[in-house]
């Protein structure tokens, strides 16, 4: 069984740095891009990206291009998503998702959660 | 680049059938067949119902279906049930550095 399972729900203060994680389980995991989507409160999903797990080739959404960072550790099957220094706007759920022919995503992490307040 | 537009809001009563659009451009909706369209019910990760504008994934029930004409896709939700009361989102892919656009969802109510 496919199956992506998501770190769990953070809290941070502006400026402070995170790194979530996704691990992917039930298939080869460097055969298939990982795609990470942004949902801001009460709002909709937003493409950020996809990595591919085999060589790290990343491909980012302008809108996060040098905000957040994508990365992979094959050896334990888990893509991240970090950033350096998050804003008060970076608050949202985080999903990672199984991404196929560059078009669609198949199966989904269950989310992150993260709150970055003072 | 812009999202695809989609409705704010849909809805039907059980039994009867429910189509939702997507309009985008030639850049991506009708540059490509690879629309797709996600459920996401309250509290939940979205679920791919549609891939490649008019393929069902294993278990997703025939009563979804998708299509599309020029820029507009569309999904049809015939047999309305309660449970297909969601969010539903398009996505297509737009041939920039594998770049996807999300549609802004459409809320379907089931009255």
């Known amino acids: 069984e496919v199956q992506l399972v998501q770190s769990g729900a953070e809290v941070k203060k502006p400026g402070e740095s995170l790194k979530i994680s996704c691990k992917g389980s039930?298939?080869?995991?460097?055969?298939?891009?990982i795609g990470w989507v942004r949902q801001m409160p009460g709002k909709g999903l937003e493409w950020m990206g996809i990595i591919y797990p085999d060589d790290s080739d990343s491909r980012y959404s302008p809108s996060f291009q040098g905000h957040v960072a994508f990365s992979v550790d094959k050896s334990i099957s888990t893509a991240y998503l970090q950033w350096t220094s998050l804003k008060a706007s970076d608050t949202a759920m985080y999903y990672c998702a199984r991404h196929l022919g560059g078009s669609y995503s198949d199966y989904w992490g269950q989310g992150t959660l993260v709150t970055v307040s003072s | 680049q812009s999202a695809l537009t989609q409705p704010p809001s849909a809805s039907g009563s059980p039994g009867q059938s429910v189509t939702i659009s997507c309009t985008g451009t030639?850049?991506?909706?009708?540059?490509?067949?690879?629309v797709s369209w996600y459920q996401q019910h309250p509290g939940k990760a979205p679920k791919l119902m549609i891939y490649e504008v008019n393929k069902r994934p294993s278990g997703v029930p025939d009563r979804f279906s998708g299509s599309k004409s020029a820029n507009t896709a569309s999904l049809t939700v015939s047999r309305l049930q309660a449970e297909d009361e969601a969010d539903y989102y398009c996505?297509?892919?737009?041939?920039?550095?594998?770049?996807?656009?999300f549609g802004g969802g459409t809320k379907l109510t089931v009255l």
């Open positions: 996505s297509s892919y737009t041939g920039i550095n594998n770049f996807v656009l």
């Open positions: 039930g298939y080869s995991f460097t055969s298939y891009w």
């Open positions: 030639s850049s991506d909706v009708g540059g490509y067949n690879f």
